[in-house]
């Protein structure tokens, strides 16, 4: 069932090239059962989602689905990725622009299925002026980063802190939170001004570092 | 003073004259320093009883090798690939052809014929990559010879002759003539005679004119070498006009025209007849039934005295282990699988930076260029596409493949666009070289190296700067070489100084080979002959 899923999604993805795709050459490209996540996602993001910093692509491993679901639609929408100079965040829309609603749900029920011990942190900082930054994050992310799913504000404990250091850095620069159908996004962006300079970055995240241990 | 020049005088007046590559090329030509020669790994049979067991990730050439080598020797081998495919980079595209790059999945569809075909990957053999040789010939692969500079073909550059394209042998043999008459003026004969015996002198002298064609007075007035105006056969030939030595000097291309076939592209290049992936097709009837394909390796452990590894496949997951373990995932996708490596072993792991080459290829609705005298070669252009290879095989048959770009240096241009951007900027900038590209072409296919699954990238790059590498750069390099546990060698060209080349990737696996066979107590054998 799975990789007839995938047989349809690569079909639809060939449909917009030139070239026409049959359903035998797809057959001699014999996909042996694997599904989309196993085949693509992991390639970038690791077999378990570990995450891969070295190509750009982050830990997905004990992620929220409502988040993961929310953030495949941003890129679908291109909403999400839009620093062009930017590879993984291209090669991440590509890989959905022609994914069906169902195909997104079939790839968030398997991505939640990863978990994986957290990665080492990356980013130092002083923990203590961090987590006076960290009271206006606390309103929506919780006091223990766990994350808000009615606020959309995701949880921030499991995500590689190199991740959220270039998020944050997105939202200010104004490459995400500025799409109008990402309201969400908009929230964010709003709430980023806080954190002024990299050393305020830094230095929240080495305090959420030391959350939800 | 015809006094012989001595061997370390010699050396001196070159290193004086030239540079030190020259120094150090005339070192081989004298005996000096060793010549690669073929080395194949002198493995001791294994015990039958106790079979050291061997498990390889992936099935790129290094990985092939080694289980081809180590299989022969009675070790017991198992390879597991992440694609339906062998071969990794050694990669040859043909009808019917999925092109698995993420998110622009693409379907070959060239005619189904033997010699349609794009080699995606590696596309020319050097003869003195012996190694490689001896396995197309151990494998039964056919060879054929590749032709990398024709002088037929052109070079294009909008900077020159307002950005017409101009035919190999008139740039050539105009910068010869010209860079021939500079140097037969630059030295008067007191100073040549300085350096060298009366006959010594004639030589250089001569090998000069010869070098440009230049005239009885050492003046270059045009030659024959950049072919007839007319005639030439029946008629007397009429030499064409001399071009501008200035607007020669409008384009970098001089570089490329005077060395591309020299060195590694000089000749004798070859080709397996059918494609590259011929050589992969002869390792895998070489190792029935020891390649498993579209495995997901999700786990690799040092144990102390060998790597367990974990996988999945079709659904289910399995669990391996190993004596030995020679890995030849690229680094940078090693980085995001589990594993409990040492910090300093995946420190260069994640230092390693990823290729970004791109090529890209056409069918030819007829073969065009043998209209123009081309029969293989390269075209080289200063537009993004940088080549046109024209293939040296199918001669005369009614269609072709034509390699439509090849960017071997930053390849993220033609990566960041989408397929139909790519393939239509290949035709713009191929039309500044044939007129009729876009007329003459169809079915375009692209290799963005950086985007194909399984691999995220092209040729490893160890060196931060052309200077090569750094002190720090070379000791993670001898670390990432090194086994980690004893056990676990990462294998490929990118273990290697010198990446993107098949022999690089036959010697990376040979090196941990003769590592592990090292560890495990030599080869038994004495020095010296045995006396009887």
């Known amino acids: ?213 | 003073m015809n006094k012989r020049v001595t061997r370390r005088e010699l050396l001196t007046l070159l290193a004086a004259t030239g540079t030190s590559a020259t120094v150090l090329n005339a070192s081989a030509a004298l005996g000096m320093i060793p010549d690669t020669r073929l080395n194949l790994p002198e493995i001791p049979r294994a015990d039958p009883a106790n079979r050291p067991s061997v498990v390889i990730l992936g099935a790129g050439i290094s990985g092939l090798t080694a289980a081809y080598e180590l299989d022969k020797a009675g070790y017991d081998c198992v390879v597991l690939e992440a694609n339906s495919r062998a071969g990794g980079r050694c990669y040859t595209v043909r009808s019917g052809d999925v092109i698995d790059e993420v998110g622009n999945p693409q379907v070959c569809e060239f005619d189904d014929e033997p010699h349609m075909y794009f080699n995606a990957g590696p596309a020319r053999i050097p003869s003195s990559h012996r190694n490689l040789m001896h396995y197309c010939k151990e494998l039964g692969v056919e060879l054929e010879i590749f032709i990398n500079e024709n002088k037929e073909t052109y070079f294009q550059d909008d900077a020159m002759f307002g950005g017409k394209p101009v035919k190999n042998n008139i740039l050539t043999t105009n910068a010869r003539g010209f860079m021939a008459e500079i140097m037969a003026k630059s030295f008067t004969t007191a100073e040549l005679d300085e350096s060298f015996s009366e006959y010594e002198a004639e030589a250089l002298m001569s090998a000069v004119r010869s070098f440009g064609d230049l005239n009885d007075d050492d003046l270059y007035t045009g030659s024959f070498r950049a072919g007839y105006k007319a005639g030439g056969f029946i008629d007397h030939g009429v030499q064409k006009e001399v071009v501008a030595f200035k607007e020669l000097l409008k384009t970098r291309f001089l570089n490329m025209a005077l060395s591309q076939n020299e060195g590694e592209t000089g000749p004798v290049l070859f080709q397996p007849v059918g494609g590259m992936d011929m050589i992969v097709k002869g390792f895998e009837r070489a190792l029935p039934d020891k390649i498993y394909y579209d495995i997901l390796v999700t786990s690799v452990q040092l144990n102390g005295d060998g790597v367990d590894v974990q996988y999945e496949h079709n659904g289910m997951k399995y669990a391996i282990s190993a004596d030995y373990c020679f890995n030849c995932i690229p680094t940078h996708l090693m980085t995001g699988i589990p594993n409990n490596f040492p910090s300093e072993y995946v420190q260069a792991m994640q230092y390693v930076k990823r290729g970004e080459a791109y090529k890209s290829a056409f069918q030819a609705k007829r073969r065009f260029w043998e209209d123009d005298d081309i029969y293989g070669g390269i075209t080289w252009t200063n537009q993004p596409i940088r080549q046109i290879w024209y293939p040296p095989h199918g001669v005369h048959k009614a269609k072709g493949v034509i390699l439509s770009a090849y960017d071997f240096g930053g390849g993220m241009h033609f990566t960041r666009l989408s397929q139909e951007e790519r393939l239509e900027t290949a035709i713009k900038q191929g039309e500044k070289v044939h007129p009729d590209y876009r007329q003459l072409t169809e079915k375009g296919i692209t290799i963005a190296w950086h985007r194909m699954n399984h691999m995220l990238g092209c040729a490893a790059r160890w060196s931060s700067s052309f200077g090569g590498m750094t002190e720090e750069e070379e000791r993670m390099y001898h670390t990432l070489q090194a086994p980690a546990g004893g056990r676990h060698y990462t294998i490929g060209d990118q273990i290697s100084m010198h990446t993107a080349w098949q022999e690089s990737a036959i010697l990376s696996a040979f090196w941990a080979i003769n590592d592990m066979v090292e560890r495990r107590g030599g080869t038994g054998r004495m020095p010296g002959q045995q006396v009887v």
């Open chain 1, 1 to 213: 069932m799975k990789s007839r899923n995938y047989l349809a999604l690569l079909l639809l993805a060939g449909a917009a090239l030139t070239q026409t795709v049959s359903a035998q050459q797809y057959e001699a490209f014999h996909l042996a059962g694997l599904n989309l996540a196993e085949r693509v996602c992991a390639t970038c993001h690791g077999p378990n989602g570990k995450g891969n910093p070295i190509v750009g692509g982050p830990r997905l491993a004990d992620i929220e689905p409502w988040y993961l679901r929310n953030q495949l639609i941003g890129f679908r929408s291109e909403f999400r990725g839009t620093q062009k100079d930017y590879i993984p965040g291209y090669e991440m829309q590509d890989s959905v622009a022609r994914m069906s609603d169902a195909e997104i749900e079939e790839v968030v029920a398997y991505i939640s299925s990863w978990s994986a011990s957290p990665n080492a942190p990356t980013i130092t900082g002083n923990t203590n002026r961090g987590s006076e930054l960290y009271v206006s994050c606390a309103a929506c992310h919780g006091i223990e980063g766990q994350g808000n799913e009615a606020l959309a504000a995701p949880g921030l404990t499991e995500k590689d802190d190199w991740y959220l250091f270039r998020q944050l850095n997105l939202f200010k620069s104004g490459y995400r939170g500025s799409h109008p159908e990402d309201q969400w996004g908009q929230q964010m962006r709003a709430s980023v001004g806080v954190l002024e300079t990299s050393q305020d970055i830094n230095d929240v995240l080495a305090y959420i570092n030391t959350l939800g241990s």
